[in-house]
Nanobody, 127 residues
Framework: QVQLVESGGGLVQPGGSLRLSCVVSGRTIGTYAMAWFRQASGKERQFVAAITWSGGREFYGESVSGRFTISRDNAKNTVYLQMNNLNREDTAVYYC????????????????????WGQGTQVTVSS
């Protein structure tokens, strides 16, 4: 059974940084694309970032591009999201997601491309 567990969320001041981690069990992630989404209260789930199975290409949502960085450590079966220069609009529950099949993933920004989700970690940006 594939399980994803996020950690690293918390309360941070505007302009601050956080690093989220997503540890995957039940499969080795080395041949799978991975992604992060977020959902703010009362809003739809939003694409944040994705990384190809090889780590050779990254994708970002428009609102986080240039501030967030996705990375992966296949040896640790872990995906990371480094978030810098956070602002109040980044407040949300952040979810890690994994697709059902390995290899190339065409619709990386579509949440329907992912079958496995973590429980989420809350990020609150406030002074």
């Amino acid at each position: 059974q594939v399980q994803l567990v996020e950690s690293g969320g918390g309360l941070v001041q505007p302009g601050g940084s956080l690093r989220l981690s997503c540890v995957v069990s039940g499969r080795t992630i080395g041949t799978y694309a991975m992604a992060w989404f977020r959902q703010a209260s009362g809003k739809e789930r939003q694409f944040v970032a994705a990384i190809t199975w090889s780590g050779g290409r990254e994708f970002y949502g428009e609102s986080v591009s240039g501030r967030f960085t996705i990375s992966r450590d296949n040896a640790k079966n872990t995906v990371y999201l480094q978030m810098n220069n956070l602002n109040r609009e980044d407040t949300a529950v952040y979810y890690c997601a994994a697709p059902p099949a390995p290899g190339y993933l065409s619709l990386v920004r579509d949440p329907d491309s992912y079958d496995y989700w973590g429980q989420g970690t809350q990020v609150t940006v406030s002074s």
